[in-house]
């Protein structure tokens, strides 16, 4: 059972443009949403997060969108550069099992390659 | 900045060997994680921990898996008996509070042969 989605296993962007990135998800009680960018042999980094009260969170090239209603969000990046190719992961955090966990349920991640 | 430590790098082992991986999280936070990336896969979740007990645990951690914090500072995972499938990447988490990030060690590669 997949609660978190992203439907998109790859995605190629040239540099410079806007890079979209999707993240679909099924349970409710998830309130806050996290976006870690990960290379390969390395811990995923954070990159940025956003709270169920909110709708959009950004900083700096990155931005956050979340609809409540579709249960979706997305992470921006403009303008994308050859340094943001990597695996990103979508991964949401709630009090599924009460207190004392709030483990983060990750997504499969999209790989972003930014062309030159 | 405060990071969080894992060791050793990168772990061979015999089937069936007992091995420990080893993580320092960052001083001040309260819970702690073990996930774990299979090769081109996803990365699971397996254990948490607060308030020095388990707070939860994926079907992947079995009884062959095992977590303490003995000394308040290491964050230690225990497989038993190893099998070829625990081979991954497995990374130790920590987190201040419930809506703060988590930050992640940069993996132990395990390798079962």
């Known amino acids: 059972d997949q609660q978190v989605k992203q439907n998109s296993p790859s995605l190629s962007v040239q540099e410079g443009r806007i890079s979209i990135l999707n993240c679909d998800y099924t349970?409710?009680?998830?309130?806050?949403f996290l976006w870690y960018k990960k290379y390969p042999a390395e811990g995923p980094t954070f990159l940025i997060s956003?709270?169920?009260?909110?709708d959009k969170n950004e900083d700096g090239r990155f931005t956050v969108f979340l609809n409540k209603s579709a249960k979706h969000l997305s992470l921006h990046i403009v303008p994308s550069q050859p340094g943001d190719s990597a695996v990103y992961f979508c991964a949401a955090s709630g009090a599924l099992s009460g207190a004392g966990s709030y483990q983060l349920t990750f997504g499969k991640g999209t790989k972003l390659s930014v062309i030159p | 900045e405060p990071e969080v430590t894992q060791t050793p790098s990168h772990q061979v082992t015999q089937m069936g060997q007992e091995v420990i991986l080893r993580c320092v999280p960052i001083?001040?936070?309260?819970?702690f994680y073990w996930y774990r990336q299979i090769l081109g896969q996803k990365v699971e979740f397996l254990v948490s921990f607060y308030n020095n007990e388990i707070s939860e645990k994926s079907e992947i951690f079995d009884d062959q898996f095992s977590v303490e914090r003995p000394d308040g500072s290491n964050f230690t995972l225990k497989i038993r008996s190893t099998k070829l499938e625990d081979s991954a990447m497995y990374f130790c988490a920590s987190r201040l509070g419930q809506g703060s990030e988590a930050f992640f060690g940069q993996g132990t590669r395990l390798t079962v042969v």
């Open positions: 001083s001040n936070h309260l819970y």
């Open positions: 956003i709270s169920s009260i909110k």
């Open positions: 349970n409710s009680m998830f309130d806050y």
